[in-house]
């Protein structure tokens, strides 16, 4: 286990040395090796860094670190507050070189980036716009330094990316369509000033290369989905690997691994390897567009292989309840959609239990006591007097709406269970009340109607689900009912 030598460092010769950022080099490390195992240890150590300097490049980068361990956590709230303090903190400072302009605005960049996720699955649709709007400011106005070209490429990709991903979650497609080809061609641009042999450059643009694929199968082109959802698999493993492992310079000015957690802002370890379980939910997600159930069922395990392990260790469990992550429940609800479309409704049924467990909802007091029926345990709360309180859960309630939808729908196709079916469904029809995706169609023209299963009515025209914003993304409605999620 790394240990940090904070016990013979104090006053001026610990901040002499904190303000030269070898020590927050050392702290962060820590922190991310064993956010997991020893969260308490972990967060203390960033805390105690803070209680030396609360300003300044440094300060930005250890508030940065605390808000990606609690993103882990589902606590959202806390998470756009230390992503804010981390943008103010970096951008008080005043570069001492180039190399530290370029840190001070991949922090902010992070941040950013960081903090329109937090709003999305929080609720916070028009803070995730502004959010959005800074990720492009710090885009354009940043990494202009020699050398740089790289990061001002990738933090031009990824910050068109998330402003066009909050357009297509308000329900904007025209312009999220607009948004996303301009991500593509930024992505797909070469520079021809530069060496004509570049390596690829697509492990620093995975999430961004998800978010177009994502849009594309809304569009109802799996396809290009499918595409597009290959190549972030592949980004999305380098990245996640690069993670693992931090670079330094050697006498030949050459990147070498040094065996060590990396520390950039723009690498987080469990964000990356999240971004790799998302883009399996998209590869499965455009394989059952096209009722391709084998390969649908083969991605989803790879990805619940992945969320189960990012997922696994004690102490992540026990801060949400003791539970699975909710990461899991999202790649359980499309397992279960994919068993009940296959015929194998026992196993469906034994996900959809787990799933609304995971989310803590309960129809049986959803009417009375809101606040029980979603689970106090997991943030969304209720007054009492039936209006839910949403946004403060560990998922967006269109994923909540959509597991209880799906519940009822296999519900009402199984014998004698008409009543159960219909508390799933009163209380999917309440989460879906506040949810973007009304604005596009009512439930059962989104989710299917509820005797789907038994070869009646129609699938509705679909969602995608986005696991790193624990959201359901709409779809452009059609007049072909679509079979994904």
């Known amino acids: ?61 250890l508030y940065l670190t605390q808000a990606e361990i609690l993103a882990d956590r589902s606590r959202w709230i806390d998470v756009s507050q230390l992503c804010r303090q981390a943008a103010a903190a970096a951008s008080e400072t005043q570069p001492s070189s180039p190399a530290e302009a370029l840190i001070m605005a991949e922090v902010e960049l992070s941040a950013a980036l960081i903090g329109t996720r937090a709003s999305l699955t929080q609720h916070k649709d028009a803070e995730a716009f502004q959010m959005a709007q800074q990720c492009l400011e710090v885009a354009r106005k940043s990494f202009t330094a020699t050398g740089a070209e790289d990061q001002r490429w990738q933090g031009l990709v990824l910050s068109h990316a998330i402003a066009a991903l909050a357009q297509h979650a308000a329900c904007d497609f025209e312009t999220a369509a607009e948004s996303f080809d301009e991500v593509m061609g930024i992505a797909d641009h070469i520079d021809q000033r530069g060496s004509p042999n570049k390596p690829n450059r697509d492990h620093l643009i995975a999430d961004a290369l998800k978010h177009v694929g994502a849009f594309r199968l809304a569009q109802n082109r799996p396809s290009d989905a499918a595409t597009l959802a290959s190549r972030a698999v592949e980004a999305a493993k380098k990245a996640a690997d690069a993670a693992k492992s931090s670079t330094k310079t050697n006498n030949n000015d050459e990147k070498e691994h040094d065996g060590s957690i990396s520390t950039d802002p723009m690498q987080p370890p469990t964000l990356c390897a999240e971004t790799a379980v998302d883009c399996r939910l998209l590869q499965a997600q455009a394989a059952m567009d096209t009722k391709d159930w084998e390969s649908a069922e083969n991605r989803l395990s790879e990805a619940l292989s992945g ?92 994923v909540s709406s959509l597991a209880a939808w799906r519940y009822a729908q296999l519900l009402t196709a199984l014998p004698r269970r008409s009543t159960e079916a219909t508390c799933w469904h009163q209380l999917a029809k309440e989460l879906y009340d506040d949810a973007p995706l009304r604005r596009v169609l009512e439930p059962a023209s989104v989710f299917g109607t509820l005797d789907h299963l038994q070869g009646k009515g129609d699938g509705g025209c679909g969602i995608v689900l986005d696991l790193m914003t624990r959201r359901a993304l709409p779809r452009a409605p059609t007049d072909t009912t679509v079979v994904g999620a």
Do not use: C, W
């Not at 609800?333 to 196993?347: F, M, P």
């Open 307 to 398: 969320a189960e392990e990012l997922s696994s260790a004690s102490n992540t469990a026990s801060s949400i309840g003791g539970k699975p992550h909710p990461r899991v429940a999202i790649v359980l609800l499309l397992l279960a959609n994919v068993y009940s479309r296959t015929g194998k409704v026992t196993l469906a049924e034994g996900l959809y239990r787990e799933i609304v467990k995971i989310l803590d909802l309960n129809p049986a007091v959803a009417s009375s006591e809101p606040s029980i029926a979603l689970g106090l345990g997991g943030g969304i709360s209720g007054s009492g007097s039936g209006t839910l309180q949403l946004g403060l859960g560990p998922v967006h309630p269109s």
């Open 1 to 61: 286990m790394q240990r940090l030598p904070l016990a013979s460092l104090a006053g001026s010769k610990f901040i002499r040395m904190f303000s030269s950022g070898d020590v927050v080099d050392e702290m962060i490390a820590y922190a991310r090796t064993n956010s997991k195992n020893n969260y308490y240890q972990a967060i203390d150590i960033l805390k105690s860094g803070l209680g030396f300097q609360q300003t300044g490049l440094n300060a930005g980068r």
